[in-house]
């Protein structure tokens, strides 16, 4: 094996490369006397503008490159990484990492995952991967695009935050001493804008994006530059309202937050840990009784799709929530271990959930939510962190509309909504069909039966 290092990009030359790499680091490890052994071998590059009053502010290009490398004596454990592809520097990153191994504690959970779970007789090619050949300056002029779509929106948009394109791309090969040898290249490229409105004491700002794996499925950047300006626009003369309980719809954009908040409470590090208000809470019902939650790992082409997840536990399509009833965690080897139970394949995180509700019509679009809501608080914008997930409790500042007979009567800030994430997830009234994606998270609005408000 040369000792030069590999170059960076093409993949598809550098895939076979990092195989042998992987393949390389790992009978090293054994044959220091590891037990067992895993690693990974990745790089990346992207590039970054962004403009603002249509002139470029930075443009930063990023090239990354690692080998992580985990090996067992046992129930030991050591890891040790390295950004230096040498053979040399390999087998002194796989030597420091026995070294570790050799005098750490016994944990007995521990361990590679069992063979019969690994993705060893093959996976999915699941398109993941779509470069965007783009250069700064054509990447600058989309972003000035959507800056010029925001300003010509209304005299009111006098200024911007600016705007920016986003594309990144890399590949990784994942291998361990039990079979799996695995890994593909992916993709992810966005665009945003963040117009300003107004001027001294009377400005407001808000934001949209588009992203997607594939440079052609991001939206037009004119039309996202208006779509902002309208969502700032809308903001102008934002005022407080009075202090009670009422009726919050949240926005599909920000309802994919409250999917994250359930997979938190319900990811296995959390629940060994007792630091999750849903202890012990499989079979029992979390939601809705007209609430399901799917996951898919394997939608072509989708931000959350992955054929294997981060231990090369094979992934599979799941019915996470049926009916209001929890059916499973999200769990990794070690996890599941700790509690006795066994990988859900999500090292790493979920993958492309989907939230819906069994009695949303095809007609529920966002108009139609307004009008389940009444009278009460449409949120957009939610500021700070203010979850407990031991207790569930939940408090955030929140930006959004007073919302009167089904209509928006005017914008709404400095205030606060709270409740308890147990009684707002039993309390879900409706769940609109106007569905966005968020990363791997898909939902509609989503209609609370009522939560507190501190305003005035």
Excluded at 135 to 153: K, S
């Amino acid at each position: 094996m040369s000792d030069q290092p590999t170059s960076y990009l093409p993949i598809s030359e550098n895939q076979t490369r990092f195989r042998e790499l992987v393949s390389d680091a790992l009978k090293h490890a054994k044959s220091l006397g590891a037990s067992d052994a895993a690693a990974e071998i990745s790089e990346s590059r992207g590039l970054s503008v962004s403009v603002r009053r249509k002139d470029i502010e930075t443009v930063e290009q990023t090239r990354d490159r690692s080998l992580d490398l985990t090996v067992f004596a046992g129930n030991r454990r050591g890891s040790a990484s390295t950004s230096d592809f040498s053979a040399q520097a390999i087998r002194e990153t796989v030597e420091a990492a026995w070294h570790i191994a050799r005098y750490t504690a016994e944990d007995p959970a521990a361990g590679l995952p069992d063979a019969d779970q690994l993705a060893t007789s093959g996976y999915p090619d699941l398109q993941l991967h779509h470069p965007w050949d783009i250069a700064a300056e054509d990447a600058a002029e989309l972003a000035i695009q959507a800056e010029r779509a925001a300003h010509a929106t209304s005299r009111l948009i006098t200024n911007t935050d600016g705007a920016s394109v986003d594309t990144y791309e890399g590949h990784f090969v994942l291998g361990n001493s039990r079979g799996f040898m695995g890994g593909y290249p992916y993709s992810r490229h966005s665009l945003s804008v963040a117009p300003i409105a107004g001027r001294g004491g009377n400005m407001q700002r808000d934001h949209w994006y588009t992203s997607a794996r594939a440079p052609e499925h991001l939206s037009d950047p004119a039309a996202v530059g208006r779509y902002a300006a309208e969502r700032t626009l809308s903001r102008m003369s934002a005022r407080r309202i009075k202090t009670g309980r009422f009726p919050v719809l949240f926005e599909a954009p920000l309802a994919v937050g409250l999917i994250g908040a359930l997979v938190q409470a319900t990811s296995g590090g959390a629940l060994y840990r007792k630091a999750s208000f849903l202890l012990d809470s499989l079979g029992k019902p979390i939601l809705s009784d007209h609430i399901d939650i799917a996951e898919d790992p394997h939608i072509l082409g989708a931000m959350g799709s992955s054929p294997f997840d981060s231990e090369g536990v094979r992934t599979q399509p799941r019915d996470v929530v049926t009916a209001g009833v929890l059916n499973g965690y999200f769990l990794s080897t070690y996890t599941a271990r700790k509690l006795g139970m066994s990988t859900t394949g999500n090292a790493g995180g979920s993958h492309n959930l989907r939230l819906e509700s069994r009695l949303t019509q095809p007609t529920d679009d966002f108009r139609a939510m307004l009008g389940k809501l009444g009278t009460g608080f449409l949120v957009t914008e939610l500021i700070g962190q203010g979850v407990n997930y031991v207790s569930g409790d939940y408090s955030r500042g929140a930006f959004g509309y007073w919302v009167e007979n089904g209509e928006i009567r005017h914008a709404v800030q400095e205030i606060t909504i709270a409740g308890n994430l147990a009684d707002m997830f039993r309390q879900i009234v409706a769940v609109g069909a106007d569905t966005i994606t968020r990363g791997s998270k898909t939902t509609g609005s989503i209609l609370i039966e009522q939560m507190s408000i501190a305003g005035q």
